[in-house]
């Protein structure tokens, strides 16, 4: 699909949601790299900061996280839907087990990382993943985890912007992987 200009930054539309999991995960593998959520937020401080707006394009795909920037894109003849952040998460999960891939499950407290992992296992049979809580000392455990594990998809849940900062770092051992900042995602769905 075709990236549509928001502001000063390029948003793939989606007209679903299915649409926009089998874009960065299915049978054949994933797509390599980052996906940045983007709401009117980030479009209008993307406009007024260069160095906000240079960090959010480090991302592969930027995905309308935001009921007002899929309404720019339709004012331009596009048809999209919105694909919030934490509902992407949870589908690329359940799409995980059904395509066999490794998961590797990053950040929120020890014991929402741990029932986020049981619960993920739980509800969609996704048992090939490994986890670690989001209060490490050291940064360069979680390099040399993803150096070993070599996973398909990264999510990666420590608030903004301190997971993309950590993704821009584990791309570069890892660049194959599809690497996901869920934020507060993981709370939520453990509730
Ligand atoms: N977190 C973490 N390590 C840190 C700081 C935060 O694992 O050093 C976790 C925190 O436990 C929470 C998530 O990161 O699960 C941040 O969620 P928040 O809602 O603040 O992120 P936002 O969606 O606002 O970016």
């Known amino acids: 699909r075709q990236a549509v200009e928001v502001g000063t930054l390029p ?6 949601m299915r649409e926009a999991v089998e874009t960065v995960c299915s ?10 959520a983007v709401n ?12 906000i707006r240079e960090n959010l394009l ?3 795909i930027l995905y309308a996280d935001g009921i007002s920037v899929v309404k720019t894109i ?10 919030p952040g934490c509902e992407l998460w949870l589908e690329l999960m359940k799409k995980a087990a059904q395509t066999g891939k490794q998961v590797y499950l990053l950040g929120a407290s020890e014991e929402t990382n741990k029932l986020t992992a049981s619960k993920l296992s739980d509800s969609f049979g996704l048992n090939n993943l490994t986890r670690r809580n989001g209060y490490f000392d050291d940064e360069q455990d979680v390099i040399a985890d993803i150096l070993r594990l070599k996973p398909d998809i990264v999510t990666v849940a420590l608030g903004s912007p301190k997971q993309e900062l950590l993704i821009t770092k584990l791309r570069e051992v890892h660049p194959d992987a599809f690497y996901m900042g869920v934020g507060g995602s993981y709370d939520v769905f453990v509730g």
């Open 11 to 16: 948003i793939t539309p989606f007209k679903s």
């Open 27 to 36: 049978e054949s593998g994933v797509l390599p790299g980052f996906a940045v």
């Open 40 to 51: 009117a937020e980030k479009v209008i401080s993307a406009r007024d900061d260069v160095a």
């Open 58 to 60: 480090l991302g592969t």
């Open 74 to 83: 339709k004012k331009k003849g596009v048809d999209n839907v919105r694909i």
